[in-house]
C-alpha cells in the first residue's frame, strides 16, 4: 500500500465508482435500445442507465476538488494537465480511425475523420475537459480570493440555470448565463463538497447524502423507465442531485469512520481501504483515465458480433453484469500494461 501514501481514499472510491458507471451506461443502452422479447429486461437495463448517469459529472468533481484553490505556474499547468490529456488521447483516435475504417467498415474519408475524431460517441468527454482546463486558472484565481463565498455565489447562478434547462424555461431572452452554466459547475462543486464546513456531524452528512442519492436515483428510474426526456441531460436537476448525494455519502463515509474508529462503518471502511479490495480501487482509479479511451473497443467487437450473435437482445439480467467485468478487465488490463512499459506509460493515460 506505499503507493497509496498521501492520497485521499474517498476520491479512488468515487473516480472508481464514476468509470464503472461510464462503462455500465455504455454497456447497457444498448440492451435498453434492443428490440427484447420482455418489457422487464428493457426496464432493468435502462434503470441501470440511472447509474451510469452520476460517471461524468462525479469526473469533473472530482478534478475540481483536486485542481482548485491551488497555485498554479500557467505554464507548467497547462504543460501537465493537456499532455497528460492529449497525448493519449491523440494515440487512441489515430487507433479509432483505423479500428473503424479497417475492422467496422467505416468509409475512408475526411469527414469520417473529421467526425471520429471530434464527435463521435465518447470523445466529446475529452474535448470538454480540454475546454475546462482553459478556464480553470481564472475559476482557480477567483475562489483563491472569494474562497468559499465565492463558490457559493458561483454555484447560486448555476444552479439557477440548471433549474430553468431542468424545465426549458428561459423568460429573459439575451440574459447572459452561459459562463456560469455546462459541466463547470461540476468542478466548482466538487471543490465545494470537499471543503464546505457544514454545522452538522459527519455521520448526519452521510446519512443526509444517502437520502439525496436514494431520492434522487429514484426518481431517475422512474423518468428514464418511463421516457421522460430532458434536454442537455447532464445539467439538470436529476444527475446533479444523485451526484451529490453519492459524493456526500462517499465523502463523509470516510470522514465519519477516520474519526470514528471501532464502529460498525469505521470496521467497514477500513476493511475496504487496507484489504486487496482498497489496493484493487486505487489501481482502477489510477487507470481510469486509459480505462476510459481503451473501453470502447470491446463494445464495438460486440457490436459487429450482435449482428450474427444478438448479444444485445439476451437476458441482461445475466450479460450486462458479465460483459461490464469483461470491459473493464480488459481496458484496465491493457492500460495497467502499458503504464509498465517504457515509452508506453505516455499513451496508457496513468
Known amino acids: 500500500m506505499a503507493k497509496t501514501k498521501g492520497r485521499i481514499f474517498y476520491f479512488d472510491e468515487l473516480r472508481t465508482l464514476a468509470i464503472i458507471f461510464v462503462l455500465l451506461i455504455h454497456i447497457c443502452r444498448h440492451f435498453s435500445h434492443a428490440e427484447v422479447a420482455h418489457s422487464l429486461f428493457w426496464t432493468f437495463s435502462s434503470s441501470l442507465e440511472a ?11 472530482i478534478s475540481g476538488a483536486l485542481l482548485l484553490n491551488r497555485s498554479y505556474e500557467l505554464k507548467s499547468f497547462f504543460k501537465k494537465r493537456y499532455s497528460r490529456v492529449l497525448i493519449p488521447f491523440a494515440f487512441w483516435a489515430v487507433i479509432y480511425l483505423l479500428f473503424k475504417f479497417f475492422y467496422l467498415g467505416y468509409t475512408q474519408n475526411l469527414y469520417n475523420v473529421y467526425r471520429i475524431i471530434f ?5 466529446w468527454f475529452v474535448w470538454t475537459l480540454l475546454g475546462i482546463y482553459l478556464f480553470i486558472p481564472i475559476i482557480n484565481a477567483f475562489i483563491q480570493q472569494y474562497g468559499i463565498k465565492g463558490c457559493e455565489y458561483f454555484l447560486a447562478i448555476w444552479l ?17 448565463l452561459s459562463y456560469f452554466a455546462r459541466f463547470l459547475g461540476y468542478f466548482v462543486l466538487g471543490y465545494y463538497l470537499s471543503n464546505k464546513k457544514f454545522n452538522i456531524g459527519n455521520k448526519s452528512m452521510m446519512i443526509a447524502g ?13 423518468c428514464i423507465t418511463n421516457k421522460i426526456l430532458f434536454k442537455d441531460y447532464y445539467w439538470t436537476l436529476i444527475p446533479l442531485f444523485e451526484s451529490i448525494g453519492l459524493y456526500l455519502l462517499v465523502e463523509y463515509h470516510a470522514k465519519y469512520s477516520e474519526g470514528n474508529k471501532g464502529s460498525v462503518l469505521s470496521r467497514i471502511y477500513y476493511f475496504i481501504k487496507d484489504s486487496k479490495l482498497g ?16 473501453h470502447y473497443f470491446p463494445i464495438w467487437v460486440l457490436l459487429k458480433l450482435d449482428k450474427t450473435i444478438p448479444i444485445f437482445a439476451r437476458n441482461p439480467f445475466k450479460w450486462i453484469p458479465f460483459l461490464l467485468v469483461m470491459v473493464l478487465l480488459f481496458s484496465w488490463g491493457l492500460t495497467f500494461l502499458l503504464s509498465k512499459i517504457p515509452y508506453l506509460k505516455k499513451i496508457s493515460g496513468v
Open 51 to 61: 447509474f451510469g448517469n452520476m460517471g461524468v459529472p462525479l469526473f469533473f468533481m
Open 119 to 123: 464527435f463521435d460517441g465518447f470523445v
Open 160 to 176: 439557477f440555470t440548471v433549474i430553468l434547462n431542468t424545465f426549458g424555461f428561459y423568460p429573459i431572452r439575451n440574459f447572459e
Open 210 to 222: 444517502a437520502a439525496i442519492f436514494l431520492i434522487s436515483l429514484a426518481i431517475s428510474m422512474y
Open 279 to 294: 489496493r484493487i480501487i486505487f489501481s482502477i482509479s489510477i487507470c481510469s483515465y486509459g480505462i476510459f479511451l481503451t
